[in-house]
């Protein structure tokens, strides 16, 4: 396995590997890897001749109140598991190489940054897009990863390379989560045992609004009501947002017919805030 | 010659050349192609193996009282001239192909669009560059070339070339004059006999500033003064602004001290808009 971190370096490779005729599987992380990247590394793997991780905690994509000193970081153990999964690069910049001086380019996309978690994170969806179409262009793969815990970031992802005709195909897997439920995520180490216990409200919630929606219920505020409620007997948990949406356009539904529908919610745990989803096919 | 409507076969051909080694060189233009444009060409034919010319009034560039409807169109004129000069594909997509339902996604280079024709034509260069990069991807040049008349696009254009790490060297050349002096645009046509006459006050006035910092003078207030009054003699004339500004940060400059510098204005002349500049390398 190959340890990159000169943004010349990994397009030189890239570059010399596409040449060769091989298929580039491209996995970009911010690192503290868990069994839900593994599990977009394994597919990586399977359609692609060489897969290249990116581990890159984006400055960009934090506010000034946010986590991004704090986020964990642990690139012995990450690397260790990419050899493992069979990885054939591990791409990692420093952010001054990433972000050299003067660096004023941005990528927004309009009206799907706007609402869910766009609207508690201004900024955040703008250092995604740019972060991610910077390293598309660095890494030139054919297939791209992304998970479908971060539903809105799969959505702005998948928009901005159609819309920039980027020659990449979006592949978006379905959330992994722990025995109880829980969506893997790298900040869920940030928990305590209580805490931890605490974060079942979010999947317990998804859960109990989707068997509504199956048992026909149609009234969205009668849904949300009771997603709500089931939120706020958790003591330590604060309500971002708990939104039905639709999954292309990620706003908020007026009514529940028939096709997909995705329910969303943001939820803080003291400290740490959480996100979970599921997507519904309403016949 | 090749002529490409759609984005598809253009991205397809451009893969294919590329497989096979070719070197492109591109040239993106809004048509009603001048003897500017044709020095692009020949430069891009000397450096590469195949040429594109793209040919797309890009609706995004222009504000809504601008004259995007009336903006020169002669695609016989323009494909018989790009044939001559031995252009391998002429792509010009339809509005519709280049942004379908929904397009939603901008590039922003901040900072260096505010100034100058930025702030008289807001989202100008939003559009430009949100055109470009969609270009840079459908095309996948090796070599890109801009004319130097548009001083700052070509200035927003490197930038996020660097910034988003795109693979593409942009390639700035000298402006093409007429014989008098007059720079070539596109928007040249818009003029009538007397219009086409005061138009050379742009030049005019450029030369005595050069003139003016040769021979020592260093008060910016002084140069934009005299370039003023020298513009202010034609009648039709209207002032959008002169400035002497940083060449590469498009930022107006305190005080001219070594280095190079760029005096760069804009003039209406009757209803008709043009630009032009000279860029100054003080000892």
């Known amino acids: 396995m190959k340890m990159i971190r000169s943004i010349k370096e990994m397009s030189g490779f890239s570059a010399e590997a596409r040449a060769?005729?091989?298929?580039?599987?491209?996995?970009?992380?911010?690192?503290?890897?868990?069994?839900?990247?593994?599990?977009?590394?394994?597919?990586?793997?399977?359609?692609?001749?060489?897969?290249?991780?990116?581990?890159?905690?984006?400055?960009l994509q934090f506010g000034p109140a946010e986590d991004f000193r704090k986020y964990p970081r642990n690139s012995a153990v990450d690397a260790w598991l990419c050899r493992r999964e069979g990885v054939g690069v591990v791409f990692s910049p420093g952010a001054k190489e990433m972000y050299g001086a003067g660096h004023r380019t941005f990528v927004e996309v309009a009206g799907l940054s706007d609402g869910l978690c766009g609207s508690f994170r201004p900024g955040h969806f703008r250092g995604v897009a740019t972060v991610v179409l910077k390293l598309f262009?660095?890494?030139?793969?054919?297939?791209?990863?992304?998970?479908?815990?971060?539903?809105?970031?799969?959505?702005?992802?998948?928009?901005?390379?159609?819309?920039?005709?980027?020659?990449?195909?979006?592949?978006?897997?379905?959330?992994?989560?722990?025995?109880?439920?829980?969506?893997l995520s790298s900040r869920n180490r940030y928990l305590d045992r209580l805490q931890r216990e605490q974060a079942l409200c979010l999947f317990r919630c998804l859960r109990e609004a989707s068997r509504m929606v199956r048992a026909g219920e149609r009234d969205l505020s009668r849904i949300k009501e009771v997603a709500r409620r089931l939120i706020s007997v958790c003591p330590q948990a604060e309500i971002d947002y708990i939104e039905i949406v639709d999954p292309l356009t990620m706003l908020p539904l007026k009514s529940i017919s028939k096709g997909k529908c995705l329910i969303a919610l943001a939820v803080r745990i003291g400290k740490t805030r959480l996100i979970d989803n599921i997507t519904l096919d309403v016949k």
């Open 20 to 59: 060769r005729g091989k298929k580039i599987g491209f996995v970009p992380t911010m690192g503290a890897l868990h069994a839900g990247h593994l599990s977009l590394i394994r597919k990586a793997r399977r359609d692609n001749d060489l897969v290249v991780v990116s581990i890159f905690v984006n400055p």
């Open 137 to 183: 262009n660095i890494v030139s793969p054919d297939n791209a990863y992304f998970g479908a815990k971060d539903a809105q970031q799969a959505a702005i992802i998948k928009k901005m390379t159609a819309d920039l005709n980027l020659p990449v195909r979006i592949k978006v897997l379905p959330i992994v989560r722990d025995a109880d439920g829980l969506a």
